[in-house]
């Protein structure tokens, strides 16, 4: 078997206690012990619900850190992290709002997408993906096109509690 999942992204940032503050409290996460005794300007960090040892690795490197993000200097975009309802997306949609770190929105048909940055400029989107059991030719023909997403319409159409990703990124329950 190959690569599966990834498992744990490592970011080099400007000011590591900013940080931590944006990710566990405008994202959830939340912080593992387990930056190695005496190694100064390290944080690692575990997803709500996630079953990785940690999902965000923070490494500090300073205040006059130049950093073009990925839009100035080859490099990555983002990071996609999964959430588990459209009733989440929309928490997160107002909590990044709230923070002034929400960059966009977008209905790729299958996914469901917020878009943000953090602290340091570094983008990520927040993503619900439809349940395999509901696709439909619609949700697979809109992939090939970058909508407005309206998560009103989109909770009246899935169920606002609707868990997403069933069988395509979680297994689907054998009960």
Do not use: C
Not at 38 to 67: R, V, W, Y
Not at 112 to 134: C, Q, R, T
């Amino acid at each position: 078997m190959g690569i599966f999942r990834l498992n744990h992204a490592v970011l080099y940032v400007r000011n590591l206690d900013e940080s931590v503050r944006f990710y566990t409290e405008v994202l959830g996460f939340r912080v593992v012990n387990m930056t190695p005794e005496g190694f100064k300007g390290a944080a690692f960090l575990q997803a709500n619900g996630s079953t990785n040892d940690h999902d965000l690795g923070l490494f500090e490197i300073g205040a006059a850190a130049p950093s073009g993000a990925g839009k100035t200097t080859v490099g990555m975009y983002h990071l996609a992290w999964e959430v588990d309802t459209l009733s989440e997306l929309e928490r997160i949609a107002g909590a990044l709002a709230q923070a002034d770190a929400l960059v966009g929105s977008s209905d790729h048909g299958t996914t469901k997408s917020l878009y943000g940055h953090d602290p340091n400029g570094l983008e990520f989107e927040i993503v619900w993906l439809i349940p395999a059991d509901l696709l439909d030719d619609q949700a697979l023909e809109a992939r090939r096109r970058i909508g407005h997403l309206d998560i009103a319409k989109e909770k009246s159409r899935y169920g606002a509690d609707t868990e997403g990703g069933v069988g395509i990124s979680r297994v689907m329950s054998t009960r």
